[in-house]
């Protein structure tokens, strides 16, 4: 199974200011025949399903703010918020869908500083 | 509107069986890998299985092999997971999540049902 780590487990940023999380995987989940890395990001609110921000490591879902972003290859990953918002209090999580079982990070709890 | 709706969650004893739905609208079912993804409450996502577009290729976590079964009918765009001899550490919140048409990321997610493994 492939395990993703993220760091930090938790994270408390001001408004305004940038917050990165990182998601390291224990194996390679970029594919060499599509050169894509097959990792995306969720953001979960409390009592709210998980939301897709990120897919193929780097494109942003449609409607999602331009100050997510993804960035990494093979396997080490970073999601930023470049201007934190305070609606951007979550959870975060990566996730591979490389191979089965589709596993995810342990989470990123962001609050405001 | 595209939408995902579980249900089937309840109160079921140790060793009990369940079957969940997930009833699918607004978008082709067809097109779409089926998941089930469960979580307890204040922990983090924990994949259980998929199925492809035509219901012929599964997968599961470790975790629920032999126990769970999922399934889906296209006439009705629903996903199920029947969930047999169940264990205290099966309670969780069980989303359902599509994926188009392959090994990619789960854009829409359903509101959740809540299974709880309790005697």
């Known amino acids: 199974d492939i395990v993703m780590t993220q760091s930090p487990d938790s994270l408390a940023v001001s408004l305004g200011e940038r917050a990165t999380i990182n998601c390291k995987s224990s194996?390679?989940?970029?594919?060499?025949?599509?050169?894509?890395?097959?990792l995306a990001w969720y953001q979960q609110k409390p009592g709210q399903p998980p939301k897709l921000l990120i897919y193929w490591a780097s494109t942003r879902e449609s409607g999602v703010p331009d100050r997510f972003s993804g960035s990494g290859s093979g396997t080490d990953f970073t999601l930023t918020i470049s201007s934190l918002e305070a609606e951007d209090v979550a959870v975060y999580y990566c996730?591979?869908?490389?191979?089965?079982?589709?596993?995810f990070g342990q989470g990123t709890k962001l609050e405001i500083e | 509107e595209v939408q995902l709706v579980e249900s089937g969650g309840g109160l079921v004893q140790p060793g009990g069986s369940l079957r969940l739905s997930c009833a699918a609208s607004g978008f082709t079912f067809t097109r779409y890998w089926m998941h089930w993804v469960r979580q307890v409450p204040g922990r983090g996502l924990v994949w259980v299985s998929r199925i492809n577009t035509d219901g012929t290729n599964t997968n599961y976590a470790d975790s629920v092999k032999g126990r769970f079964t999922i399934s889906r009918d296209n006439a009705k765009n629903t996903l199920y997971l029947q969930m047999n001899s169940l264990r205290v550490d099966d309670t969780a919140v069980y989303y359902c999540?599509?994926?188009?048409?392959?090994?990619?990321?789960?854009?829409?997610w359903g509101q959740g049902t809540m299974v709880t493994v309790s005697s």
């Open positions: 194996q390679s989940v970029l594919y060499s025949s599509n050169n894509k890395n097959y």
């Open positions: 996730q591979q869908y490389y191979d089965s079982p589709y596993t």
């Open positions: 999540a599509r994926a188009e048409g392959g090994p990619y990321e789960f854009d829409i």
